[in-house]
């Protein structure tokens, strides 16, 4: 009965031992006479077995590794077991089932199991803490070839030392590796340039693992300077805090930077001071206008005008036409040619102009259109004063062949009407009908011979004030019957015209008497004299303007023709006359509507050039300060 209960104890202390043991991570392997008589869980899936048959009763050899054989000999076994002290760790290889090798940790310990000496084997697979460390070890090497060959230096400082220099670094200031023992941070750097060297490690967490930039001179050992620029980042180092950095030299680069900055400068005031009106748009939106165009346009700055529509400022007849022309731009290389429009002002002003598109690729990133755009007033008031001339040349030529002959036949008739009026008494209201229209031809006979051939006068610089004051003075009694109030600003200490002072008379008196005589109910003459600055030279500017009713703009446009007036006896060649005397003095002549109401004449004539000081911005003409003139 005692037997009984030993043999039970001894069997539930074995099962609470193999329980145990199958629980353990590691692998547990008990052998003796060299066949396995236990395996734990462990180390059936160590070995390569799905069951307990297919290792225990096995030969140990099965699973040694030929290298470790003389390990396993039954004298050292023997040796081992009355030893009977545990062997320290030691890596050995494992041939599992499937005959794979692992490399594992063994440890033996003498023990007695089911009443024999035997060796238990504490097995831990290491295969993959030596991959782990073989990894580190392939990532040492790659690091290190990494900072040994990276095109940038590389450094680490530490208490304020430099602990590591990558050859690229050394080469980049010329320093041996043996001479940055000692040396810090602040030797490799411009003096002027030392603030920068504050550490980012003694402000910010190592947790942050911020980076720092910088651009900074460099100082070689040979006292030259470079251009760099790199990152500071916080780290640690050897179990201390320390400080990684990269270094690029850039010195070409920020020489071919100015270059392009200077450049893009240059390209950019070429095309702000380009003296026409350029536009560029994508895709109808204007990104960019130089001064000229905001002159044009009436604009106080680009705000008013950059992401706006450009077909905001065509006349809609023509919108059409110029965005099918943008459209063609994109896919031409080429400028295209001009084409005429009608560009839309502030007060619904129009302005013919002309423009010409070319695409600009990479603007912005886009490909864009630039437009140049010319102002065609000049030039059509140009063609129509060439026109006018040409006019008056073909009127003067007929004038010359017929003025003569039609003179000696108009004095006969006069004085026959003469006698035939002291004849006929009774019907002297046909005489006077008759001397009138007589009185007109020869008005007519006059002006055209005035054309063809003007009589020659010296020139001589003379006052225009004076000159003014004297027309003025003869048009008072008839501006006082017609209650018209003339009203007369003229410009102080403006310099002599070189003119013809009779024939400059006249054309202030066609002009201003015609400006009277539109306001047959009275009414106001504006006149003002300024100096002005243009492109050409400083000019007299004179402008006379109306309160009457003005005159449409197909009248306008055709005003100097003969015979085209708006008076019902008129002729339209006093217009004509005076236009030729202007353009004789080297002026210009142009009519227009107010703004408001009435008709406004402009002319220019040619001051002197003295080098007096003259606004060059004044391109529109800017009075300066004036004094009232009297009728």
């Not at 009694?477 to 200490?493: D, H, S």
Request: hydrophobic share 40%; charged share 30%.
């Amino acid at each position: 009965m005692n037997e009984t209960v030993q043999e039970q104890l001894l069997r539930e202390s074995r099962e609470r031992y193999e329980s145990l043991v199958h629980c353990l991570p590691d692998g547990v392997v008990v052998y003796s006479d060299h066949q396995i008589l236990f395996a734990n869980e462990a180390a059936l899936k160590l070995l390569g077995a799905s069951d307990r048959m297919e290792v225990e009763g096995r030969p140990l050899l099965d699973f040694v590794h030929e290298d470790y054989l003389d390990m396993v000999t039954s004298d050292k076994i023997r040796k081992f077991i009355e030893y009977g002290k545990a062997s320290q760790p030691t890596y050995r290889k494992i041939i599992r089932l499937d005959g794979q090798l692992i490399t594992a940790e063994v440890r033996s310990i003498p023990i007695v199991y089911d009443g024999k000496r035997s060796v238990q084997l504490i097995i831990r697979d290491m295969s993959p803490w030596i991959r782990v460390e073989e990894t580190l070890t392939e990532k040492d090497v790659l690091y290190k070839s990494l900072m040994e060959n990276v095109v940038a230096g590389v450094f680490v400082e530490q208490n304020d030392e430099i602990v590591y220099a990558n050859p690229y670094l050394l080469s980049m200031f010329g320093y041996r590796q043996e001479e940055l023992r000692g040396m810090k941070l602040t030797d490799f750097v411009y003096e002027k340039d030392l603030y920068v060297q504050e550490h980012p490690k003694r402000s910010t967490s190592l947790t942050d693992r911020k980076q720092f930039l910088f651009k900074i001179k460099g100082k070689r050992k040979d006292g030259g300077l470079l251009q760099l620029e790199g990152n500071f980042t916080p780290i640690v180092f050897n179990g201390g805090e320390a400080l990684l950095g990269t270094i690029q030299e850039v010195t070409q680069k920020r020489e071919k930077e100015q270059i392009l900055l200077q450049n893009a400068k240059l390209y950019q005031r070429m095309l702000r001071y380009i003296p026409e009106p350029l536009f560029i748009t994508y895709e109808g939106e204007l990104l960019y206008v130089n001064r000229y165009a905001l002159e044009l346009i009436g604009a106080p700055d680009e705000t008013h005008l950059i992401g706006r529509n450009i077909y905001e400022y065509i006349h809609e007849d023509d919108r059409d036409r110029v965005r099918n022309a943008l459209n063609r731009t994109y896919a031409m290389d080429e400028p295209a040619f001009f084409r005429e429009a009608r560009v839309v002002l502030a007060e619904d002003r129009i302005l013919e102009v002309e423009g010409s598109n070319i695409r600009i690729d990479h603007y912005m990133g886009k490909s864009v259109v630039l437009s140049i755009i010319r102002d065609l007033t000049e030039r059509k008031r140009s063609e129509e004063r060439m026109l006018r001339s040409e006019k008056l040349s073909v009127i003067g030529q007929l004038a010359a062949g017929v003025a003569h002959e039609i003179r000696n036949p108009l004095t006969a008739l006069k004085g026959f009407t003469q006698l035939l009026r002291a004849k006929y008494k009774d019907d002297s209201a046909y005489f006077d009908i008759m001397a009138g229209e007589l009185d007109r031809i020869n008005l007519i006979v006059n002006e055209f011979m005035t054309l063809a051939k003007p009589h020659w006068t010296p020139f001589r610089h003379l006052e225009f004030g004076g000159i003014l004051q004297s027309v003025l003075s003869v048009l008072e009694t008839q501006a006082t019957l017609l209650n018209v109030e003339i009203e007369c600003r003229i410009q102080e200490g403006l310099p002599a015209v070189y003119c013809n002072e009779n024939q400059l008379k006249q054309v202030l008196l066609n002009i201003i008497k015609n400006a009277i005589e539109a306001m047959p109910d009275g009414g106001r003459v504006t006149i003002q004299v300024r100096e002005a600055a243009y492109i050409a030279g400083p000019q007299l500017q004179i402008s006379i303007q109306d309160e009457g009713p003005g005159m449409p703009e197909e009248i306008i446009r055709r005003l100097g023709e003969p015979f085209v007036t708006t008076k019902e006896k008129g002729t339209g060649l006093g217009l004509m006359v005076s236009t030729r005397i202007i353009e004789t003095h080297q002026g210009t002549l142009h009519i227009r509507r107010g703004e408001v109401r009435g008709t406004i004449v402009e002319i220019t004539l040619p001051l002197p050039n003295d080098d007096r000081a003259v606004q060059a911005d004044d391109a529109c003409g800017i009075a300066r300060e004036s004094a009232p003139c009297a009728p």
